[in-house]
C-alpha cells in the first residue's frame, strides 16, 4: 500500500517539473512592458529578457535611468519614461505601447513600480503619508493593468503583479504593507476574470532582498523622518529609547536582507515564459521557510511572537 503511495507521489512530482519545465514557443516575437526599471528587480528583469531576444519595453521614472538601461542591453530594447500616479503619461505609455505591439498585442505586462518610502508606526503618520504609497504601489498599479488589458488580452498574455511576502504578513505600518495586501486582492479577483479570456496571472511574492528601497540608511532615514514630523504628544508616549532601539533594528537590514535579485526575476521570468505559470512565486528562503509559514500561524500565536521580538513604547501597559 505505502509503496503505491510512495510511486504515485513520485510520478505527481515527476510530472509536476515536466510541466513546469515546458516553455511557450516564438518568445523573440513577444513583447513585454515593465514598469520600475530605474533599478532593482525591474531592471535586472528587463536585461534578463533582452539577453533572452524578447521584446521588452522598459518604463522608467526618469531619463536618467532610461540611458543606464539602455547603454547595457541590446538595440531590441526600448525605454519610455512613465510616473504611474498620472493619468495622463499612462495614457500617453499606453498609445505608446499600442504602436509597437501592433496586431500581435502586449504578451507581457509586469506591474514592478513601487515605494515604501513611510514605512514605520502607524501612530507617526499622517494621511499623505499613506496615499504616497498607495498612489504607487497600489492604485497607480491598477490603472496601468487596466489601461494596457486590451493589448494583453489580444495576445493571450500575461499579467505579473508584484507584491511581497508582507502582502502575506503585515510587519510594519504604513502604506507599503496595506499596499501588497491590495495587490494580492486585486490579483485574485483580476486572474478569475482574465481567465475566461486565456491570460494568466501571477504574483510574485520576495522576501527581504537589497535593492535602493531597503538600504539600510535609506529606511532609517525615513523612520527619523516620520519621528521628527509626529506630534511632540507621541513622541513623549514612545520615548527617545524606543526610537534607538527601532533604528538598530532597522540598521542590520543590509545584512539580512539577500543580494540575488535574480531569484526574483527568474520568476517573474517563469511566469512570462512558461506555459504553466504558477498562480504564487514565494522568492527568496525567508519568504518560504519563515514568513508564508508564519502567515498560516494562528492570530494570536503570531501577535505573541510580533509583541515578545519587537521594541516597545516607553509607556507601554
Known amino acids: 500500500m505505502w509503496l503505491y503511495l510512495v510511486a504515485l507521489v513520485g510520478l505527481w512530482m515527476l510530472l509536476s517539473l515536466v510541466r513546469e519545465r515546458m516553455v511557450v514557443s516564438h518568445l523573440y516575437d513577444k513583447y513585454v512592458f515593465i ?61 505608446w505601447v499600442k504602436e509597437h505591439v501592433g496586431n500581435r498585442g502586449l504578451w507581457g505586462l509586469v506591474n514592478n513600480a513601487g515605494i515604501s518610502t513611510f514605512s514605520g508606526p502607524n501612530e507617526w503618520m499622517n494621511k499623505q503619508n499613506f496615499a504616497t504609497v498607495l498612489d504607487v504601489n497600489l492604485l ?15 495576445a493571450r498574455g500575461r499579467v505579473v503583479n508584484v507584491s511581497s511576502i508582507i502582502g502575506r504578513v503585515s510587519l510594519v505600518g504604513g502604506g507599503y504593507c496595506i499596499s501588497k495586501y491590495g495587490v494580492e486582492a486585486f490579483s485574485d479577483s483580476l486572474r478569475r476574470e482574465l ?17 535602493d528601497m531597503t538600504s539600510s540608511a535609506r529606511v532609517i532615514s525615513n523612520v527619523q523622518m516620520l519621528w521628527d514630523q509626529t506630534s511632540s504628544g507621541i513622541r513623549e508616549i514612545y520615548g527617545e529609547k524606543y526610537l534607538a532601539s ?10 539580512r536582507c ?41 492570530t494570536s500565536l503570531a501577535d505573541a511572537l510580533f509583541y515578545w521580538t519587537s521594541p516597545k513604547p516607553e509607556k507601554a501597559l
Request: aromatic share 8%; hydrophobic share 40%; with cysteine.
Open 35 to 95: 514598469t520600475g526599471c530605474d533599478s532593482g528587480f525591474g531592471n535586472l528583469l528587463a536585461r534578463q529578457l533582452d539577453r533572452r531576444g524578447m521584446k521588452v519595453l522598459a518604463a522608467c521614472l526618469m531619463e536618467e535611468g532610461a540611458e543606464q538601461l539602455r547603454s547595457k542591453t541590446s538595440e531590441r530594447l526600448e525605454t519610455v519614461t512613465l510616473d504611474v500616479t498620472k493619468t495622463e503619461t499612462t495614457v500617453a505609455v499606453t498609445q
Open 140 to 154: 497607480g498599479m491598477i490603472e496601468v493593468t487596466l489601461s494596457m488589458l486590451p493589448l494583453v488580452r489580444k
Open 195 to 211: 481567465s475566461y479570456f486565456g491570460v494568466k496571472v501571477a504574483i510574485i511574492e520576495p522576501g527581504f532582498f537589497l535593492t
Open 246 to 255: 527601532y533604528l538598530k533594528m532597522l540598521s542590520g537590514l543590509d545584512q
Open 258 to 298: 539577500n543580494q540575488d535579485l535574480s531569484l526574483v526575476t527568474d520568476c517573474m521570468e517563469h511566469a512570462l515564459t512558461a506555459c504553466h505559470p504558477r498562480t504564487r512565486y514565494s522568492a527568496g528562503w525567508d519568504a518560504k521557510l519563515f514568513f508564508l509559514p508564519f502567515s498560516y500561524l494562528p
